[in-house]
């Protein structure tokens, strides 16, 4: 027992002697410097950050991806318009999508409906504050039909007139209307694969002002768009793909870049992938609009065929040069008179060999004016001929 009471006071008398150490260590604590951290707060972590760099006088503001996106979003939507129609054909159900259409048309289309019915068909958007709106022509190819458009606020105007583009799948509206906010237009020469892409539209002709976001998948497609079984295709040449979901409702909308700039026009998805969709660059659009502000209407040379672009794969495997395949030669067209055929090859025009990465065919005759002779190098029958072609001025 008195071994235990010795152990208990030693084991008291150690703990006195370490507590007055520690208590004469800590008097001694102000006397010890430790550098300050300055760790951020977490509420200043998940804020967009903010780098400045010297170059001059400019400075560099790098925000992180949502900001640019609300950022980008906040710009254009109110020059973002809803485009509707009113017409005695049955009206878009989304139930009756045809998943072979890329141009979204829908198996009613054709069908009258017991009488005439309202229904937003697509999307469009300002390019000039006094009412002038860029769409799609395919959205608005029912000539009997009247338009409106319909602002994010709301307010309805009616179509008063429609300019078609018989060379692209464009079109330009004209409303009664002043003070609109136009879109600012992009660059998309300056487009890179992998950077941001924004599209806006009035998604399944119901979700208006619906915002998807993505990537461009890639530059210079070409595809063959339109209803396989409703006898309507068309050519496009020189396309954005992205992935931002596109959907029915969505053609003639903007494909906006990370800075709020419209780089192109949506058109078209593909109906054997996912999250395939196109764009027409919006430098065509450029060039469209000037041609119309110049001449008060669309000027534009054609050749008159339909046709596919032979891929270099293609051509290899079927032993035939690069070009576009003649499927259909018009009537009374530049290219009748000259003795064009369906199953001729065009493989140059000017010396100038036809391929993707050229733009194809209808980008090359774009540059073209009214009244120009081209000449034509046709593989026809195994053998190469040069035709000779004066482009007229194709009609809407």
């Known amino acids: 027992m008195l071994k235990r009471i010795l152990s208990y006071g030693l084991v008291f008398l150690l703990l006195l002697w370490l507590g007055n150490y520690l208590g004469l260590l800590k008097t001694n604590l102000p006397n010890l410097s430790f550098p300050s951290l300055n760790l951020p707060k977490i509420e200043e972590l998940t804020k967009p950050q903010q780098v400045k760099l010297n170059e001059g006088k400019e400075t560099v503001r790098l925000l992180n991806e949502e900001s640019l996106i609300i950022n980008a979003v906040e710009k254009v939507s109110s020059s973002v318009v809803t485009i509707g129609v009113v017409s005695n054909r049955q009206t878009f159900n ?3 999508f045809d998943l072979f259409s890329p141009f979204f048309s829908y198996p ?68 009664n209307a002043q003070g609109l906010k136009s879109a600012e237009l992009g660059d998309s020469a300056k487009l890179k694969v992998g950077q941001l892409a924004i599209a806006i539209g009035t998604a399944l002709g119901e979700f208006r002002n619906t915002v998807t976001t993505g990537v461009i998948s890639g530059l210079g497609r ?16 020189d396309l954005i793909q992205t992935d931002a979901a596109i959907n029915p409702g969505n053609s003639g909308g903007p494909l906006l870049n990370s800075g709020g700039q419209v780089v192109g026009v949506n058109v078209a998805v593909s109906a054997q992938g996912q999250n395939i969709g196109f764009a027409i660059p919006i430098d065509t659009v450029k060039e469209v609009v000037q041609n119309f502000n110049e001449t008060g209407k669309f000027s534009r040379p054609y050749l008159g065929i339909r046709y596919s672009q032979i891929s270099k794969q293609a051509a290899l495997l079927n032993e035939v040069p690069e070009g576009a ?58 053998k190469e001929i040069n035709v000779s072609v004066i482009l007229a001025e194709a009609q809407s």
């Open 325 to 382: 395949y003649i499927r259909e030669v018009m009537s009374d067209s530049p290219a009748e008179k000259a003795g064009l055929q369906v199953g001729d090859i065009i493989s140059k025009i000017d010396n100038v060999s036809l391929n993707e990465k050229n733009g194809g065919l209808s980008q090359i005759i774009s540059k073209k004016k009214v009244g120009d002779t081209i000449n034509l190098t046709v593989f026809r029958d195994g």
């Open 94 to 96: 989304p139930d009756e």
């Open 222 to 237: 070409g595809i063959t768009a339109g209803d396989p079984f409703g006898g309507f295709q068309e050519r496009l040449d």
């Open 108 to 175: 009613g289309e054709n069908q009258p409906a017991p009488s005439s019915q309202s229904q937003d068909i697509g999307t469009g958007f300002v390019i000039t504050s006094d009412g002038l709106i860029v769409t799609n022509k395919h959205v608005v190819s029912l000539v009997e039909g009247k338009y409106s458009v319909v602002t994010k606020d709301d307010k309805r105007y009616d179509v008063e007139k429609i300019y078609r583009d018989p060379a692209n799948d464009l079109a330009i509206l004209k409303v």
